[in-house]
């Protein structure tokens, strides 16, 4: 099994940073791509940014600019560089991660984390 703990979230102001972490931990062979999702109250999850082993990152177009998606993968640590944060960023923030296993198939198996929550009010 593998598990995703994220941390980081809170109540910021507009304008402001915050930096999520999301470490994966458990019977990891290695981690095909790591990467942000969000829900907001009301609405559909949304892919945030993405990270693969290759180095290839993908942001959602509105957030391209003031989130940075990075990767320690000495550490299978995710984070998310939140920078001018605006109020329709207020959301639950999911780590996603395709993991293969290190026993039985090679098959990239895909974990999600519990989520940490992201105010953005004045």
């Known amino acids: 099994q593998v598990q995703l703990v994220e941390s980081g979230g809170g109540l910021v102001q507009p304008g402001e940073s915050l930096r999520l972490s999301c470490a994966a931990s458990g019977s990891i062979f290695s981690i095909r791509a790591m990467g942000w999702y969000r829900q907001a109250p009301g609405k559909q999850r949304e892919l945030v940014a993405v990270?693969?082993?290759?180095?290839?990152?993908n942001y959602a177009d509105s957030v391209r600019g003031r989130l940075t998606i990075s990767r320690d993968n000495a550490k299978n640590t995710v984070y998310l560089q939140m920078n001018s944060l605006k109020p329709e960023d207020t959301a639950v923030y999911y780590c996603?991660?395709?993991?293969?296993?290190?026993?039985?198939?090679?098959?990239?198996?895909?974990?999600w984390g519990k989520g940490t929550l992201v105010t953005v009010s004045s």
């Open positions: 990270n693969t082993s290759g180095g290839i990152t």
């Open positions: 996603n991660a395709r993991v293969i296993p290190r026993s039985g198939s090679r098959v990239p198996i895909e974990y």
